[in-house]
């Protein structure tokens, strides 16, 4: 057999390059997976411009990780050899933490993250913890199931967990990785669902993705159109940007929610008045859980949910990264190994 692989890792800060290391066995409790799959997500940009905090250089980035187990380490038994499995972002909780104990593990204090305290997907050969990973269906390939793991997991848990009821108006705001499938989600969750993004030649594309309603940001006032419509019952907002969401809040209804997901390196500045007049607020979600990542597959296939992908040679991930961070990717840029 073969006893080494391919990965990119991040040598340096901003530095992706392509490496050949040696194959390890999986530890107790792990798994390795032949990765077929990578996507890339916008927070890669954390550990590639090294900002994670905590994070030691050097580390394989990528938690959209789809792949074959190729061998299990001891204790592992709910999983077989050849199976197709899934890697997300927060991929194995300490179990023994407050929020672990209240059974809130995607909020561990103390997580394995993928790509960030562990090596992650831009890689032929990746390892993982077996309580941590997903099983993927039948229906999905790989390269389509891989953003479902994040950008996927991400939109689908925040709109279904906020409490909402079909015909409300919500609005996903930023159409990337993220919104492209938010939007997806929310229009088969079965509410009126808007589009909120910055130029016009995204329009055509997020009205095919479900979206009723698209607001151009360039031509239109966000906040007055949603306003127009009766306000939103919620927006989730998606986009690396601060700036761009505080505002949103008055275009919520009463009681409406702003749901942070986006991860910007700004603050989001809010005006207290929508806040307090109306009772609205403002609250994060953070990605999911492994058995949330399998019911975001099963309600893709259910209902006909892929994401928008353009792919990529592992071996040309820096190229590919950089194309999502210029917003170029529609929507999501996924790395294929040779493997699949
Ligand atoms: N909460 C979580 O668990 C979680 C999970 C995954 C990712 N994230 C975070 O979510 C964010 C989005 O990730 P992604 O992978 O979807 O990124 P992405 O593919 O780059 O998409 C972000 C979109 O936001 C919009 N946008 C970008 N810059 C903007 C600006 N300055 N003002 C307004 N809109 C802007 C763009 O859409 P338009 O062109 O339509 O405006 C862009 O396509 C990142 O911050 C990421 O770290 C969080
Ligand atoms: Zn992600
Ligand atoms: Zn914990």
Redesign the pocket.
């Known amino acids: 057999m073969q006893r080494t692989y391919k990965a990119v890792e991040v040598s340096s800060p901003g530095v992706l390059r392509v490496v050949e290391r040696q194959i390890s066995e999986p530890g107790p409790g792990q798994v390795r997976i032949r990765v077929e799959a990578c996507g890339?997500?916008?927070?890669?940009?954390?550990t590639i411009t090294g900002a994670y905090p905590g994070l030691a250089l050097p580390r394989v980035p990528g938690h959209e990780v789809v792949g074959r187990i190729e061998a299990l380490g001891s204790g592992v038994s709910r999983w077989k050899i050849g199976q197709r499995v899934g890697v997300g972002?927060?991929a194995g909780e300490d179990g023994v933490c407050q929020p672990c104990r209240r059974g809130d593990m995607v909020n561990c204090q103390n997580p394995v993250v993928s790509g960030v305290t562990v090596d992650g997907g831009y890689a032929e050969v990746m390892i993982a913890e077996a309580r941590g990973i997903a099983s993927i269906p039948d229906e999905l390939n790989s390269v389509d199931a891989a953003p479902l793991l994040?950008?996927g997991?991400?939109t689908y848990n925040?709109l279904r967990n906020a409490g909402l009821r079909g015909g409300d108006l919500v609005a996903v705001?930023?159409?990337?990785?993220?919104?492209?499938l938010g939007v997806q989600f929310a229009r088969r969750l079965g509410f009126h669902t808007v589009?909120?993004?910055?130029?016009g030649d995204?329009g055509r594309l997020?009205k095919d993705l479900g979206a009723h309603v698209h607001i151009d940001?360039a031509v239109d006032d966000a906040v007055a159109v949603l306003q127009r419509m009766g306000g939103a019952r919620a927006i989730l907002a998606?986009?690396?940007?601060g700036?761009?969401?505080g505002p949103l809040v008055s275009g919520l209804a009463v009681r409406g929610k702003l749901i942070?997901?986006?991860?910007?390196q700004d603050q989001i500045q809010l005006s207290a008045f929508p806040l307090v007049f109306g009772g609205r607020s403002v609250y994060?979600?953070?990605?999911?859980t492994a058995i949330e990542q399998e019911d975001t597959l099963a309600f893709s296939v259910l209902e006909n949910i892929r994401p928008m992908i353009e792919t990529a040679p592992l071996e040309e991930a820096a190229d590919a990264y950089a194309r999502?961070?210029q917003?170029k990717?529609r929507?999501?840029m996924v790395l294929v190994m040779k493997n699949a």
């Open positions: 890339i997500c916008h927070t890669d940009a954390a972002l927060i994040c950008a997991i991400t925040a705001q930023g159409i990337g990785g993220l919104g492209h589009a909120i993004g910055r130029g995204k997020a940001t998606t986009a690396p940007s700036d761009s969401m942070v997901v986006g991860v910007p994060g979600s953070l990605t999911g999502m961070m917003g990717a929507f999501r």
